[in-house]
Every structure is written in C-alpha cells, then in structure tokens.
C-alpha cells in the first residue's frame, strides 16, 4: 500500500507528458534543466537522477583493467582465424 505522507498524484496530458509538481521537485532537490533517467521495474515507473545512474555506471567499471576494445577486437581476429 502507497503511504500517504509520500504519494502525490500526477496526470499524463494529451503528449503522454507528466509534469512533477513543485512540492514534489523540492522534495527531490530537483531544478529545471535536471536530467532524469526513467526505468520500469516490476510493473512500477522509477525516476532516477542521472547522475545517481552515471557514478553507479562509471563505478562498475572502475575496477576494470585493460582495453574492452582490444580484447574484443582480439576474440574476433581469432574467430576470423579458425574460419579461414
């Protein structure tokens, strides 16, 4: 069940477009120009901020060593090579 304290209905208008009332926005620290990322999880529209999105992104690929690019390039030359 939705808590009240935390619900807030919204309405798509006629563009399938939602608008986040102020409330709302200044609960969330969010300001024009802000980009959202919209995912679907479970049947439920989940709005993060993308910048949450890219440090967890950049966070899993920190520990990554080398180049993905050469390793890829390398697996295709030897399948290239087997079916020759």
Same mark, same amino acid.
């Given at each position: ?8 209905? %919204? ?11 102020? !409330? ?13 990322? !919209? ?6 529209? &989940? ?7 890219? /440090?967890?992104?950049?966070?899993? &690929? !920190? ?5 993905? /690019?050469?390793? %890829? ?6 399948? /290239?090579?087997?079916? !020759?």
């Amino acid at each position: 069940m939705v808590k009240q304290s935390n619900s807030t209905t %919204l309405t798509l208008d006629p563009q399938g477009r939602v608008l986040l009332p102020k !409330a709302l926005r200044q609960r969330l620290g969010l300001k024009p120009g802000d980009r959202l990322v !919209a995912l679907v999880e479970e049947g439920r529209l &989940v709005l993060l901020p993308w910048e949450r999105v890219e /440090a967890e992104l950049w966070g899993e &690929v !920190a520990g990554l060593e080398g180049s993905l /690019a050469e390793e %890829l390039l390398a697996e295709r030359r030897q399948e /290239a090579a087997r079916d !020759a």
